[in-house]
Nanobody
Framework: QLQLVESGGDLVQPGGSLRLSCAASGFTLDAYAIGWFRQAPGKEREGVSCISSSGGVVHYAAFVKGRFTLSKDNAKNRVYLQMNSLKPEDTAVYYC??????????????????WGQGTQVTVSS
């Protein structure tokens, strides 16, 4: 059974850092593109970053570019989202998603087959 589990969410002060992890089971990540999304209260889920199956191509949404770094460890079957210089507007539930293809092809929710349960990130002083 294909499963994604996110972890690493926490309460952090503005300017702080967190590293989110997405662990895959039931399949190997080397055949899957992985995306990270977030959903703030009252808002639609939005794409944050995505990485190709090989890990060689990474895309970032404009609002996180230069602050977030996405990486993939196919040997450990995990994806990591390093988040630096966090802002209160980064507060949201963060989700990882997987699709069985080499490349991201965008953040449309219907493009992604499997989703984790989410991890809460709160940025507040």
């Amino acid at each position: 059974q294909l499963q994604l589990v996110e972890s690493g969410g926490d309460l952090v002060q503005p300017g702080g850092s967190l590293r989110l992890s997405c662990a895959a089971s039931g399949f190997t990540l080397d055949a899957y593109a992985i995306g990270w999304f977030r959903q703030a209260p009252g808002k639609e889920r939005e794409g944050v970053s995505c990485i190709s199956s090989s890990g060689g191509v990474v895309h970032y949404a404009a609002f996180v570019k230069g602050r977030f770094t996405l990486s993939k460890d196919n040997a450990k079957n995990r994806v990591y989202l390093q988040m630096n210089s966090l802002k209160p507007e980064d507060t949201a539930v963060y989700y990882c998603a997987a699709a069985p293809r080499p490349h991201c092809k965008g953040y449309g929710l219907s493009l992604w087959d499997s989703w984790g349960q989410g991890t809460q990130v709160t940025v507040s002083s």
